[in-house]
């Protein structure tokens, strides 16, 4: 399984952007999969999750409202809308996978297929 995120760049604060991350491979036995971030000077923590067969989806309080992660069947892709970007948001984000059934969702320690990340940078 390979995972590729794109999407990143420069916003202003208020402003929106959309990631990506499309995973090839064998795709149909991912069990979850998840966005993560690192901010400068920060350890990478947790920002979204989607269970891959149904759909259901959780978020980081820090995101929650804001962010919304979904996935499109037939390209194989996921998806990170972000809206009302704020400074803070500003970090590598990373998507990850596991094929494994776990309860730990939210726990980068359980995910064991990773893109490659993809900067976000927003400006006050």
């Known amino acids: 399984v390979q995972l590729q995120a794109s999407g990143g760049g420069l916003v202003q604060a208020g402003g929106s952007l959309r990631l990506a991350c499309a995973v090839s491979?064998?795709?149909?036995?991912?069990?979850?999969m998840g966005w993560f971030r690192q901010a400068p000077g920060k350890e990478r923590e947790f920002a979204a999750g989607?269970?891959?067969?149904?759909?259901?989806?959780f978020y980081a309080d820090s995101v929650k409202g804001r962010f919304t992660i979904s996935r499109d069947n037939a390209e194989n892709t996921m998806y990170l809308q972000m809206s009302s970007l704020k400074p803070e948001d500003t970090a590598i984000y990373y998507c990850?996978?596991?094929?494994?059934?776990?309860?730990?969702?939210?726990?980068?320690?359980?995910?064991?297929?990773w893109g490659q990340g993809t900067l976000v940078t927003v400006s006050s």
């Open positions: 491979g064998r795709t149909f036995s991912m069990y979850v």
């Open positions: 990850a996978g596991t094929r494994i059934a776990t309860t730990q969702t939210m726990d980068q320690n359980v995910y064991d297929y």
């Open positions: 989607i269970m891959w067969g149904s759909r259901t989806t």
